[in-house]
């Protein structure tokens, strides 16, 4: 049952140290599993409950957690780093959203075709170009 996602099933060494692949493959298997991940020719369509999958539909689903994880910052002010005077429950809901967001990117990408995993070590090498160490200062240098 290693293509059913639950906390008690996952194996630990996909849950403390996971490789992009891994979710890009659990998410698509969750996906089919539900029948979510065939293009829809029309608009995303809702039937008993379950709504549909297509490129389009993930982007606003995307969009979506993104905003819900910017709520979660909204008129806090500055936040210290590590989140030290947040609660348990603030900073398990910021897990969920992060995640929400993460996974929707993922899959998203997948549904686009684009290799994230190969796409993000391009663009780290494109940055690193772009912003050279300055040996001397160590600070980045901003053109
Ligand atoms: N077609 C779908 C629908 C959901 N999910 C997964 C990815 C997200 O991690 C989570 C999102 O589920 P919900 O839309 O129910 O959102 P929340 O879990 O954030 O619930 P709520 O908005 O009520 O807090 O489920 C998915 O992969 N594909």
């Known amino acids: 049952m290693d293509n059913v996602i ?8 996909l849950r403390s140290d996971l490789a992009l692949t891994d979710l890009i493959r659990m998410l ?11 293009p ?13 999958f297509s490129l389009e539909y993930c982007f606003y689903l995307y969009v979506g957690e993104v905003g819900e ?3 979660i910052f909204q008129w806090r002010g500055e936040v210290p ?8 429950d603030e ?3 910021l897990e969920e959203k992060l995640s929400d967001v993460l996974l ?9 075709n684009v290799n994230l995993g190969e796409a993000a070590l391009e663009k ?14 160590r600070v980045m240098v901003v053109r």
């Open 28 to 38: 698509a298997e969750f996906a089919r599993e539900r029948n979510w991940q065939s």
């Open 81 to 88: 780093t590590g989140l030290s005077d947040w609660s348990a």
């Open 124 to 137: 780290l090498r494109k940055n690193a170009s772009k912003y050279p160490v300055d040996a001397t200062k």
């Open 6 to 13: 639950t906390q008690t099933q996952t194996p630990k060494s």
């Open 69 to 71: 994880l910017s709520e």
């Open 91 to 93: 900073k398990e809901h």
């Open 104 to 112: 929707y990117l993922v899959r998203l990408a997948d549904v686009c």
């Open 40 to 52: 829809q020719p029309q608009k995303p369509s809702i039937s008993s409950g379950i709504t549909f």
